[in-house]
């Protein structure tokens, strides 16, 4: 079993910046893409940005440019720099470890990130 727990959340302004963390209880990054999902009231959970186990990276058009998705392995945390942050980014953002081949998937709590015009 792994837990993670996400921190990071708050208001910010538009055009502000956040770092969003998720510390996982184990190491697990060698086997595990870790995601950074988000949900908007009334919205479906969206990827906004993902790393693999081989340590690329990939984004939602939305935010490619302004969020930037890194881990630390040492630390067993991944984070997500979100920089230029729009209204339409106010969401739940949530952290997501999977291991494809095995189908196991771990989520988050959330934690909560607004963004006012």
């Known amino acids: 079993q792994v837990q993670l727990v996400e921190s990071g959340g708050g208001l910010v302004q538009a055009g502000g910046s956040l770092r969003l963390s998720c510390a996982a209880s184990k190491n697990i990054f060698s086997a595990y893409t870790m995601t950074w999902y988000r949900q908007a009231p009334g919205n479906e959970r969206e990827l906004v940005a993902r790393i693999y186990s081989g340590g690329d990276t990939t984004y939602a058009d939305s935010v490619k440019g302004r969020f930037t998705m890194s881990r630390d392995s040492t630390k067993n945390t991944v984070y997500l720099q979100m920089n230029s942050l729009k209204p339409e980014d106010t969401a739940v953002y949530y952290c997501?470890?999977?291991?494809?081949?095995?189908?196991?998937?771990?989520w988050g709590q959330g934690t909560q990130v607004t963004v006012s015009s």
């Open positions: 997501n470890a999977e291991r494809f081949a095995l189908r196991i998937n771990y």
